[in-house]
């Protein structure tokens, strides 16, 4: 039995990609900033929920579950805005707009997960967050989230959830990042 590597999320669109793009840019001419591992556009997702390794077997199932939740929400509005940080482990841009409908979806889809069979971890309070830089040591990445301070996106409405597979790198070449590919995708609302 195979199984796929997968999690649910939302996606910015292409001109939201490319402002934040510039404002990355930006932060990577900053002091220490080649230390970091920064993550490419196409791994630019807000994940609503991280699925692990899924046995191919449950996928159908997973994919109608999800399916409904999307069809449960109705369209809404989101932008990328301002900065954070986990600790001085990894950089992110964070989300404003209809917070609570993505924070609504996101449980939706773990709960899809669940009753799919999946099992997940612990369950706490979804935080929007799409990740651009790691670190494998403790970095000091103050500077780099007050640089994001007034980073607002253009706003756009999502319509869409995805399931997506990520496909880890193989044969350990440094710097490779890992290939997402999505399996499924559903509009939002009827």
Not at 55 to 64: A, C, Q, R, S, W
Request: proline letters at 7%; charged letters at 25%; aromatic letters at 8%.
């Amino acid at each position: 039995m195979s199984s796929l590597r997968l999690f649910v999320a939302v996606s910015p669109p292409d001109q939201a990609v490319q402002e934040l793009r510039r404002a990355v840019d930006a932060l990577r001419s900053l002091p220490g900033a080649g230390k970091l591992r920064w993550t490419g556009t196409p791994g630019w997702h807000f994940t609503l929920a991280f699925l692990g390794s899924v046995d191919e077997e449950l996928v159908p199932e997973l994919d109608e579950r999800l399916a409904r939740a999307a069809h449960r929400a109705e369209p809404f509005p989101l932008r990328l805005h301002g900065g954070g940080r986990f600790g001085g482990r990894a950089l992110w841009v964070g989300a404003a707009g209809s917070l609570d409908t993505l924070r609504l979806l996101a449980e939706r889809a773990d709960a899809a997960a669940r009753r799919t069979g999946i099992p997940m971890d612990e369950h706490r309070r979804y935080s929007p967050h799409l990740t651009l830089a790691r670190s494998r040591t403790d970095a000091d990445l103050r500077p780099y989230v007050e640089a994001l301070a007034d980073f607002e996106s253009t706003p756009w409405e999502v319509g869409e959830l995805a399931l997506v597979r990520s496909n880890l790198p193989v044969g350990g070449v440094p710097g490779e990042k890992p290939r997402y590919e999505t399996v499924a995708s559903w509009s939002l609302g009827r």
